[in-house]
């Protein structure tokens, strides 16, 4: 079992930074791929970024590459997102989910645990 609790969003204007952080439970964490999803108003859960259980591999949807960047520290349980050059259309809520299978999947329905998200707002 595992529990996510995201963090770090917030208001920014266009161009600026955020740092989202996801502090998971669970004695077995290292063991998960842990993926950054998105949802925006009116529009389904999308995929942002996936990181392998032990980090060496990593996986970016088209929207964001280029601009934000996961990583993981096992040892602090904890998964993180920095979004660089942040625009207008990464406005949502991101959550983040671990997926204990090892498919280090893009797809929602692949993952087991979700967090209970955390609302980012990119101001033009």
């Known amino acids: 079992q595992v529990q996510l609790v995201e963090s770090g969003g917030g208001l920014v204007q266009a161009g600026g930074s955020l740092r989202l952080s996801c502090a998971a439970s669970g004695r077995t964490f290292s063991s998960y791929s842990m993926g950054w999803f998105r949802q925006a108003p009116g529009k389904e859960r999308e995929f942002v970024a996936v990181?392998?259980?032990?980090?060496?591999?990593?996986s970016y949807a088209d929207s964001v590459k280029g601009r934000f960047t996961i990583s993981r520290a096992n040892a602090k349980n904890t998964v993180y997102l920095q979004m660089n050059n942040l625009k207008p259309e990464d406005t949502a809520v991101y959550y983040c989910?671990?997926?204990?299978?090892?498919?280090?999947?893009?797809?929602?329905?692949?993952?087991?645990?979700w967090g209970q998200g955390t609302q980012v707002t990119v101001s033009s």
């Open positions: 990181i392998s259980w032990i980090g060496g591999r990593t």
């Open positions: 989910a671990a997926d204990s299978s090892f498919k280090f999947s893009t797809i929602v329905g692949d993952y087991d645990y």
